[in-house]
């Protein structure tokens, strides 16, 4: 009876640990399911303002203009580069590369009078280099086509250097089989290429124009209409 007695003491005791056990396992799995949302949540929304604050920054507006030269959508190009800025900018580097080709070993003066007597042809010069820009800058931009959007404006550190100061930002390639360097203006919430380092352009066209710049330098012709 003893024995009995122990058995039906046993079994109260069982039953009771099943008890227990079933709410705690249950607590558990509702406590990592609510913080999973949580966590779940929290992530999305700050990926979310990351995003949004990516959509302000040069790389992803350099992006934009990727995506856009690539599809052949030329408004949103047109939109996202100011030409006439690009244009100015431009203009030294043809006469630097004038001088360099033709100039060399010439008097500082008469360097220095290159530039003045430029200016007659400058809308010549201008004119042409409006025409020929915007296909570098395709050209240019066109080279980072193989680089997914999303990668180029969140792992932009891997693919650019990107400096900003103020409202102006410097834009250089990172890969060394990418040739490409822009200045950029801040626009809004977007940023426009207002400049563009291009050496085999600026040659190109120095080699135009360039000779018979440096040769009315040298000749004094012009001098005294500057």
């Known amino acids: 009876m003893g024995k009995n007695?122990?058995?039906?003491?046993?079994?109260?005791?069982?039953?009771?640990?099943?008890?227990?056990?079933?709410?705690?396992?249950?607590?558990?799995?509702?406590?990592?399911?609510?913080?999973?949302?949580?966590?779940?949540?929290?992530?999305?929304?700050?990926?979310?303002?990351?995003?949004?604050?990516?959509?302000?920054?040069?790389?992803?507006?350099?992006?934009?203009?990727?995506?856009?030269?690539?599809?052949?959508?030329?408004?949103t190009v047109n939109e996202l580069v100011d030409i006439d800025r690009v244009v100015d900018d431009f203009l030294p580097q043809i006469i630097d590369r004038a001088v360099d080709l033709?100039?060399?070993?010439?008097?500082?003066?008469?360097?220095?009078?290159?530039?003045?007597?430029?200016?007659?042809?400058?809308?010549s010069v201008k004119s042409r280099a409006r025409d020929e820009l915007p296909g570098a800058i395709r050209q240019k931009t066109a080279s980072f086509g193989n680089v997914p959007f999303a990668a180029m404006v969140i792992g932009a550190d891997k693919y650019l250097d990107v400096s900003v100061a103020g409202d102006t930002a410097t834009v250089r390639s990172r890969l060394p089989e990418h040739n490409f360097e822009v200045r950029m203006k801040k626009s809004g919430e977007r940023w426009k290429i207002a400049g563009l380092r291009d050496e085999e352009l600026a040659t190109r066209i120095a080699q135009r124009i360039g000779q018979e710049i440096v040769a009315i330098a040298i000749n004094g012709t012009g001098s005294s209409k500057s």
């Not at 109260?12 to 799995?29: E, I």
């Not at 399911?33 to 949580?38: K, L, M, N, R």
């Not at 033709?102 to 809308?123: F, H, K, W």
């Open 5 to 75: 007695v122990i058995e039906i003491e046993r079994f109260p005791a069982t039953n009771a640990d099943v008890t227990l056990k079933r709410p705690v396992w249950k607590t558990v799995a509702v406590t990592a399911a609510i913080t999973f949302v949580a966590v779940s949540a929290i992530a999305a929304i700050a990926s979310y303002f990351y995003w949004q604050h990516l959509k302000t920054t040069p790389q992803y507006s350099l992006a934009l203009i990727v995506d856009a030269a690539k599809r052949d959508e030329q408004a």
């Open 102 to 123: 033709y100039g060399r070993g010439l008097p500082q003066e008469t360097i220095e009078r290159v530039a003045r007597i430029a200016a007659p042809v400058m809308p």
